[in-house]
């Protein structure tokens, strides 16, 4: 076999300080191992890291006799598994043998924007962690799945976002081929790879496969490599397939020790195979999205990213027990000079009680710059406003495209008819790379003022005592028709305003909560032993808002004698 060699350039590196896209990487959350991640082990839980640990752009299928993921898995796609051997059982989350840094209790464990499909007889457990999957579930699931049609769509920027960090880390922001410091050298047992000793970031351009003779198994040796250094190793070409048995499961082994700063980044290749029987250290890239990555390497010990599709599987000639260990990568890449991506922050506003859109409102969007929790729009160190006041629309909207940060948006004036709300500050919005492309919104309400309304007090009495008279019935109508007097029939009637009321033994019959406006009433029946009035219909009577707090008060009389005859 001839030997491959790649040799450094002499160029100028471009500076050295950015982490991978979307706050990938690092091991995330308040329980991350205080003293450092522990070699592969079978003892106690040794941490939680919320972080995530395999990522894929397109569908996660497991096959053969593959038997554990170790940490946070998010799939755009879906998470298909239908194993051959090896028992029916794959554990999501927690491995029985692995860092022993599995995420929190009670968070997602699996994230899917597709389908959970668990073929008959088999067993996913990810028993202590929740599955969250946009489309159907299906199988036998341990123990707790959720159905979210929005499960992955948070993550879905990073699919475009790891794709351009693999291209940029491997070929520059020119497209020209980025820098190496290093030689990687294939001798046929071994690829060497020989650092310089001094820079804080190692690169190795590689356009060859990491196999031996023949396309067997080889060994893989880091030299040169200062410590706390950072190890790109970028592996070039339409295909790529490493075979190697080196990498082991005690910490005793070279290789082992680079692993949180070792980042295998594979840009272009279609096809990606990783096999052998080593315990492969470091991170893994692969930037192309239509890119099949296919596992069967014992362990992959360190976050693995696919913007493809990925098989985690066991190798065709027979063995298995295929695991991910979650590691977290904490080195510092190559700077692309990428921004963040910018998104939507936005406020709609609604009336408190119809739900209804409100146009008019006037919001200014401040961003918080001070570091100080809240609002702060005057004083020595206010936050600072972001663009100028935006006034809703017909959708009751107001919407900024801005920077990842938190926001706040302030109303300055209420819709027309709506007093100033006692809450005008509606936030912090926090918009983050990962929701970028959906965005964040708050709902503001405004309570319109009540019309005041009032009560027209009737009161009966006999016209020559001046008792009260009790069951005199009457109707109240309101004047909605705009012409004089009172119409109670045909197609521009008045409008009823209540069911009727009939006098108590006070003479009284109250018509309550009734809105400003012109009434009357129509007396319907009168109390026996009294005369219906030749006219039973008096007003109009006006509550207004200067008389609605106490109401209007109507005195009507009637007169005794039987109906229909004159009484002497």
């Not at 993921?69 to 998010?74: F, I, Q």
């Not at 000793?197 to 351009?205: A, D, E």
């Not at 066991?314 to 260990?325: D, N, R, V, W």
Request: net charge neutral.
């Amino acid at each position: 076999m001839s030997t491959a060699t790649v040799t450094a350039a002499a160029l100028t590196l471009p500076a050295v300080a950015a982490p991978l896209p979307g706050g990938l990487g690092p091991c995330l959350g308040s329980g991350c191992p205080a003293t450092g991640y522990p070699a592969v082990n079978n003892g106690p839980i040794a941490g939680r890291d919320n972080n995530i640990n395999i990522f894929v752009g397109g569908d996660f299928r497991v096959r053969g006799a593959a038997a554990e993921a170790e940490g946070r898995v998010v799939t755009l796609g879906s998470f298909d598994m239908n194993k051959s051997s090896g028992g029916g059982l794959y554990n999501l989350g927690v491995a029985g043998v692995g860092s022993r840094v599995p995420p929190a209790v009670g968070t997602d464990w699996l994230t899917t924007g597709g389908n959970v499909t668990i073929a008959p007889g088999q067993r996913l457990d990810a028993d202590g962690g929740v599955v969250r999957h946009a489309g159907t579930a299906t199988g036998t699931i341990i123990r707790r799945s959720v159905a979210d049609p929005a499960a992955a769509r948070p993550f879905e920027p990073l699919r475009a976002e790891l794709s351009a960090a693999s291209r940029c880390y491997a070929h520059g922001t020119d497209g020209r081929g980025r820098p190496a410091t290093g030689t990687a050298v294939n001798n046929g047992s071994e690829t060497v790879f020989t650092g310089d000793g001094t820079s804080k970031l190692q690169v190795f351009n590689v356009d060859f496969d990491l196999v031996g003779r023949n396309g067997g198994q080889e060994g893989v040796r880091f030299t040169g490599i200062p410590a706390d250094a950072t190890i790109l190793v970028n592996l070039t070409g339409g295909a790529r397939v490493i075979n190697t048995y080196s990498g082991g499961i005690t910490d005793d082994d070279p290789l082992n020790r680079l692993r949180q700063r070792l980042l295998w980044n594979i840009p272009d290749a279609k096809s990606v195979e990783f096999k052998g029987t080593g315990q492969f250290q470091g991170s893994i890239l692969v930037g192309d999205q239509g890119s099949e990555s296919t596992v069967t390497l014992p362990g992959i010990n360190g976050r693995f990213f696919t913007t493809g599709s990925l098989t985690h599987t066991s190798a065709a000639t027979g063995g298995g027990g295929q695991e991910f260990h979650a590691y977290p990568f904490d080195g510092d890449l190559p700077d692309c000079g990428s921004t963040p991506p910018e998104g939507d922050v936005s406020v709609v506003k609604k009336d408190a009680e119809t739900g209804k859109a409100l146009p008019g409102a006037r919001f200014q969007l401040w961003k918080e710059t001070n570091d100080t929790p809240g609002l702060q729009t005057t004083g020595t160190g206010p936050d600072t406003k972001s663009g100028g006041i935006c006034t809703t629309g017909p959708g009751g909207a107001c919407r900024t495209t801005v920077e990842p940060g938190t926001y706040y948006w302030q109303e300055t004036q209420p819709p027309a008819g709506y007093p100033v709300p006692a809450r005008t500050v509606f936030g912090p919005l926090t918009l983050t790379p990962a929701n970028a492309a959906r965005g964040v919104q708050v709902t503001a309400t405004n309570t319109r003022p009540k019309e005041p309304h009032g009560t027209i007090h009737l009161v009966k009495h006999d016209a020559k005592t001046g008792r009260p008279l009790q069951g005199a019935v009457f109707e109240l109508w309101r004047e909605t028709n705009g012409r004089a007097g009172l119409q109670t029939t045909g197609r521009d009637a008045d409008r009823r305003a209540d069911s009727g009321c009939a006098t108590n033994r006070r003479g009284r019959c109250d018509f309550p909560d009734q809105p400003l406006g012109s009434y009357y009433l129509r007396e319907t029946a009168v109390p026996e032993g009294y005369r219906l009035p030749g006219n039973p219909v008096s007003g109009p009577y006006r509550l207004t808002a200067a008389n609605a707090a106490a109401g209007v008060t109507v005195t009507a009389k009637n007169t005794p004698g039987e109906p229909g005859k004159d009484k002497k």
